[in-house]
């Protein structure tokens, strides 16, 4: 035997659903926003730790200019002037994690 609402029930229903998903799409944009803001943080941060590392790597090449091949529209470059390697191998000397602390021994 199949329940059938009333009318006002089922229009109690329909307003229920259509809040239920006005909420999830205002949870939605909350949450993107969230990391949006979190992934830029991390972004500034790690550029703050990166640039003194691409600093000391120009100053010993005298180099004026440093460009992102990713980013600056570059068409061509000389690949030994492509310093990608090395500044990567010094920050993580700079940022490597210390080692974790060994558990006593009994």
Known sequence: ?????SDAARAQLEKD???????IQRFTQDAQAEVQ????QLQVEFQKRLMPVIN????ERA???V??????GLVWADTGLDLTA??????DAVVAPAAPPKPPTP
């Open 56 to 59: 000391a790597v120009a100053a």
């Open 17 to 23: 659903i259509e809040k239920i998903q006005v909420e």
């Open 67 to 72: 460009f992102s091949q990713a980013d600056s």
């Open 37 to 40: 803001d979190l992934q830029q």
């Open 86 to 91: 090395e500044v990567i191998r010094r920050f």
């Open 1 to 5: 035997m199949a329940t059938v609402l």
């Open 63 to 65: 180099l004026h200019v």
